[in-house]
């Protein structure tokens, strides 16, 4: 039974420059939420994709979109890219997108900006 | 907005000793949850809390929710050097629309 799997592992970028990660969820699951947690932060919620829709976001700028395909995966795109952004996103999936279901976590993407 | 604080912000425990960690929020929270994270790894769901004052535990780990459901506590009894990691706490606000981590606290145990 596959976990969360997330790609690719590491990804340096330069500023301005626009990035894609992916997600593939837990088995069953069918909602993925983004997450960016900068080093020896918690992570902060980005959005939360269910039924191919974004349902919930966090205080993060319209440079953040996402997106999620029939079969649950998610992609998040970042747009012009900041020295800021630099840290791991972490891809989060559950059953449903009700309140209260535990999130289990993928390893992450590590995204450094230079 | 919403703020979830969490006290220490690093504690250093000689094996066989307790650990608590706290969590504050600036809101009432309509849940709580407890991940564990190791050095290097992901963030691993421990436990969820809903009602007022509700209490659990899980072997050496006791989780608890304030009466007011804006705080809680995790307790590790007698620490192994298996429970090292960063604990964070992590909640839904009553309107459900802000699902927000605390910083986490950073366990270290010494053998």
């Known amino acids: 039974d596959a976990g969360v799997t997330q790609s690719p592992t590491h990804l340096i970028k330069t500023r301005g420059q626009q990035v894609t990660l992916r997600c593939s969820p837990k088995?069953?699951?069918?909602?993925v939420s983004w997450y960016q947690q900068a080093l020896g932060q918690g992570p902060q919620f980005i959005f939360q994709y269910y039924e191919e829709e974004e349902r919930q976001r966090g205080n993060f700028p319209d440079r953040f979109s996402g997106h999620q395909f029939p079969n649950y995966s998610s992609e998040l795109n970042v747009n012009a890219l900041l020295l800021g952004d630099s840290a791991l996103y972490l891809c989060?999936?559950?059953?449903?997108?009700?309140?209260?279901?535990?999130?289990?976590f993928g390893d992450g993407t590590r995204l450094s900006i230079l | 907005g919403q703020q979830v604080m969490q006290i220490p912000q690093y504690q250093h425990v000689q094996e066989g000793e307790d650990f608590t960690t706290y969590c504050n929020s600036s809101t009432t929270l309509s849940n709580i949850q407890w991940y564990k994270q190791r050095p290097g790894g992901h963030p691993v769901f421990l436990i969820q809390l809903v009602k007022s004052g509700e209490v659990k535990k899980q072997k050496r780990l006791t989780f608890q929710f304030g009466e007011a459901k804006k705080n809680s506590s995790l307790h590790i009894t007698a620490t192994q050097t298996t429970d090292v990691g960063t604990y964070f706490c992590a909640g839904h606000d009553n309107y459900g629309q802000n699902f927000v981590f605390g910083p986490g606290t950073r366990l270290s145990v010494l053998p």
């Open positions: 989060a999936s559950s059953f449903s997108d009700s309140l209260g279901e535990p999130q289990h």
């Open positions: 088995s069953g699951h069918d909602t």
